[in-house]
Structures are given as C-alpha cells and as structure tokens.
C-alpha cells in the first residue's frame, strides 16, 4: 500500500536520481553544466503578490496598512481571472518564460467558486473552461502545460473532510493537477489519506499561521518552533491550538515557512527554516520538504523547494505608491535571473526531505532591524515600527559550518551537502535602520568532507576558499553562470594552497556568476562549479 511516508519518499528518491542522471548527461554532450530539464522538484510560481499588484495599482488611495479587510481581499481575489491568466500578455504567457518547465503555475485565492475547498473552477471568472467541474480543471491544467508551465496547481483553505475531500481528490486527479496549497495548514491531514487510498499523484503544501515577523520583534526577533505567532485575527472557533506546528509539519508532504516582509524576509525566512530543520532532522515521523517561498537562494542553497511571488511589473500606482509587496532597495522585481538561477541549480541538486541530514546553527548570529514606513507594510501591527528579526549568522545542513571571515559586520552564510554529492554555499546581503540590502565583505572557508561535487556558489564574496579532501594538483575547474548555457575553464584563473585547498576570488565569482545576466537585473551572482580531478 502507497502510503505518504513511502510516497515522499519514493518521489525524493526519483528527484536525487533524475537530477544525478541528467547531469551526467550534460557532461558528456557538452561544456553546459547545466541539465536541460527540470528533474521534478515541486516549486512553483504563485498568483497571489500579481494579484494584489494589478488591484492595487489602480486602487484611488492606499496605505499599506489594513488591507487585510474583508472588502479588499475580495477585489484581490477578483483579479484572478481567465484573462489575466490566459490573454494576449496574460501572466502564464509572460512570466519566467526560461525556466517555466520546473515550475507549476499556482493559482491562488480567487480561483475556485462555492467557497474556499470546494475544489471548482469559478466559470463566470474562467467561461472558456466548460463541461464538468473536473473537465474545467483538466482544460485549464492542460492550456497551463501548453504554455510550458509543469502544469496547475491549486490554493485552498479548510478542507471540510468527510466526502467532499473524497470527491476533491478524484477530481483532482482525473483533472491531473498534482499540487495543492493548503493555506493555514491542516493537522488532520484527511486530504493525504484520501490521496494515499486512491494512489493519486498529488502533492499536498501546508503551513501553520505565523505573523510576517518573528518573535519579540522589538528586541531580537527571534523564532521558536513551539510559540504561535498570528498574523489574523484568532476567532473563538479558530483557536490557535487548532494548527499546532509541528503536527502539521509532521503529516506534510511540503511545508511552508509563510508569509514575511519585504526588507526583512530574509532573516525571518531563515531563522525559521532554520530551526525547522534542526527540529526535522533523523525523525521518521517527518519528511516534508521545506518550501522557503520566494527567498530562492536560500531554497538552492539548503535544499528547500520555492513558492516565487516576484514578477517583473514594476509600475507605480497612480499617486506615486510603488508595489508595497516588494518596497525597498532590494528592488526584488530586477532579480528575476535569480529565479533562474536557483531553479537551474536544482536541475543539478534537488531539494531533498527535511529528515535528512545533521542540521548545524552557528552559536553566533545576526539581527536585522528597520523602520517601517506607512507604503512598506500590510501589518498594521508593525506600521512606523522599528522591527528586529534575528537568525544564526551561518546555517549549514549536513556539511561542517563555514568558516566567515570579515573586517566589520559579517554576511549570512548558509550551506548544504546534498544526497547527490553536490555542495551549495550562500552569502546573503543585510539590513538596518537607513540601509537596506547591502553585502558586507567578507571571505569564506568551505570544507567539502567527501562530497564530489558540483558546487553552487551564490552571492558576493571577496573569495571563497573551498578544502578537498583528495588532492586537487592537476585538477581542471570550468564555471558557468546558472543562467547560462556554456562553461569556462577557470583553471588558470584560480590558485591551489597547497594541494587540496582551492582559492575562487571574487571578482571571478562575479564574473562568471553574472556572466548570461539580463540587462538592467540585479541580481546576486550565482554559479556552478565542476572539478574534474587529474586522471592518475
């Protein structure tokens, strides 16, 4: 019997082994380290921040704060229609056209009629999807896959159980639809033995309702795996017990680490992957792949799925207001080759269960604060606000912690070695009061313990030492930019300490790491890197 236990874990498996294949595959036609297609991971770009974007941009005033009313959550969801979807320019037309194939086209709130798990197509919104409510589903999964999207995924909010889910998973599995976000989570997990009965190939996305911020955000905001932290208002009949974290966490086959603000989602998101998987690690009650939303350096780098919000519409509303959803210097929307990036790389290095591995947390860490202004915040609770969130300054998940060496203040460091053999290391820029989104400098010292590679490097550094266990004289090295399609030897680029430390400065990890960029992004560097040891 298929059951979610052998069921995640036979889908990991085939992850590790497609992308291991690929790779050898790709060595052995051509310089392009990169495989072709995607290997089966389940991240996917999700409607929702567009949504919010085309509704507001034409909204006559708005603040930031309180949008969460009742009243301009339904014009959001209002704009989640056929032909924003499917028109001329529509998104699944327009958005990540590269890298489409990895991802699955995740329609958000909005898309279904008859409440929020009903599990049937709104016509009036979609009218050129007719027949059945599954012939609806299976006419809009198919037009998504002709438009090279893996296919639909769907959002939905408190299965009701019993025969409804019954009759929800046969439609979903006779429409093909092969992934659904369960928003504020579900601890009963009906949905999964329901799946799991009818042997359908259907993922399920969970998560427990946290606030955009972690913690004590006043001192050091940092996150706790056992404390609830609400973003909505707790109703007498949604108790905060209802959606215990880790009983959610533990029947999921993905979860999600939730909703973040835009000038400090970076130390929240990792703080709380963070300490998820140090809480997951060895347990065989949990084999969720964690899903880090749209911080997808972060996702490539500890093995973590991606649940992309960004997209490259950049005008401001009609008073000026640019999109609140992705305020600040980081300027998200021109980091589209990010996504690129971080999807190519895990053609390479899958993302894996989060039972796996030893999680390690530097005893040091960071703390990140800004002042929210009144257009860079939908939480009114943090609106004019000085906000710290806090997270440990290197994270790495099973492989020995960086060494990181700087001057002044240090970067975020992260890294993993991944069940294929491939090593990924990370920088990640900071933020304060006044100064949003810059890298400090620093040097960083990997040690690769076995693993035979290929290694991802993401970010600026001023160099990145990588330590060998075997001796690396004679070696070759070849680089590529992830977004692009044809390595470089850098073999006379780089230098040996001795004979089995490798030193990368960082003005090549910059060159070769931007080297296929878009021009005007700006994004982050992000490269592969093959060593090929002398034949003895």
């Not at 709130?109 to 609806?136: H, I, M, N, V």
């Not at 706790?224 to 959610?248: C, E, G, H, N």
Request: with cysteine; net charge positive.
């Amino acid at each position: 019997m298929l059951n979610r236990r052998s069921f995640i874990a036979r889908m990991s498996a085939s992850w590790v082994l497609s992308a291991r294949r690929g790779l050898t595959q790709a060595l052995s036609r051509s310089p392009n380290l990169v495989p072709r297609q995607g290997q089966g991971a389940p991240s996917y770009w999700c409607t929702w921040s567009l949504q919010n974007y085309v509704f507001y941009r034409k909204a006559p005033s708005f603040s930031g704060v309180g949008f969460l009313n009742g009243d301009a959550n339904r014009e959001v969801e209002a704009q989640l229609t056929e032909s924003h979807v499917f028109g001329p320019d529509g998104w699944a037309k327009t958005i990540l056209p590269r890298v489409r194939n990895d991802l699955y086209f995740l329609f958000d709130e909005g898309w279904e009629r008859g409440g929020y798990a009903s599990f049937e197509l709104d016509q009036q919104k979609f009218p050129g999807f007719t027949g059945s409510s599954t012939d609806q589903l299976k006419r809009m999964n198919d037009d998504i896959r002709k438009l090279g999207w893996r296919g639909a995924a769907v959002w939905c909010r408190g299965p009701k159980g019993g025969e409804n889910d019954v009759q929800a998973i046969a439609s979903l599995q006779a429409a093909g639809i092969e992934y659904c976000k369960i928003d504020q989570g579900d601890n009963k997990h009906h949905l999964e033995r329901v799946r799991n009965d009818r042997k359908a190939k259907l993922l399920f996305e969970h998560v427990a309702i946290e606030g955009p911020v972690n913690g004590d955000w006043e001192h050091d905001g940092r996150f706790k795996l056992d404390k609830f932290y609400p973003t909505y208002p707790v109703t007498s009949d949604q108790p905060a017990d209802t959606y215990p974290r880790t009983a959610i966490l533990h029947g999921a086959d993905v979860y999600r680490t939730y909703d973040v603000t835009s000038y400090l989602s970076l130390p929240t998101t990792l703080d709380r992957v963070g300490q998820v998987l140090f809480y997951a690690q060895g347990r065989t009650d949990t084999q969720a792949i964690i899903n880090v939303e749209d911080e997808v350096y972060v996702a490539a780098a500890l093995g973590c799925t991606m649940g992309i919000m960004r997209h490259p519409y950049a005008e401001v509303r009609a008073d000026g207001v640019p999109d609140w959803a992705f305020a600040g210097p980081r300027q998200i929307k021109r980091r589209m080759d990010e996504v690129v990036r971080a999807l190519r790389w895990q053609r390479i290095a899958a993302p894996f269960p989060s039972n796996l591995g030893k999680m390690r947390l530097s005893e040091e860490t960071l703390t990140d604060a800004w002042q929210f202004g009144p257009h860079e915040t939908w939480f009114d609770r943090i609106a004019g606000k000085l906000v710290k969130q806090g997270a440990p300054a290197i994270m790495a998940r099973d492989i020995d912690l960086p060494v990181v060496s700087a001057a002044g203040e240090k970067p975020f460091v992260i890294a993993s070695r991944f069940p294929s053999g491939a090593v990924a290391v990370a920088v990640h820029e900071r933020t304060t009061p006044g100064k949003a989104w810059y890298m400090p400098p620093a040097s960083v010292r990997l040690s690769l313990a076995g693993a035979r590679g290929p290694i991802g490097i993401f970010g600026q550094m001023d160099e990145l030492r990588l330590v060998a266990d075997t001796d690396l004289t004679g070696a070759r090295f070849l680089a590529q930019d992830l977004a692009g399609d044809a390595a470089v030897d850098v073999t006379r680029r780089i230098r040996l300490t001795g004979t089995r430390e490798v030193v990368i400065p960082g003005s090549l990890i910059r060159e070769i790491g931007l080297g296929a960029a878009t021009p005007g992004d700006l994004s982050s560097p992000g490269l592969v890197l093959d060593i090929r040891p002398r034949v003895r």
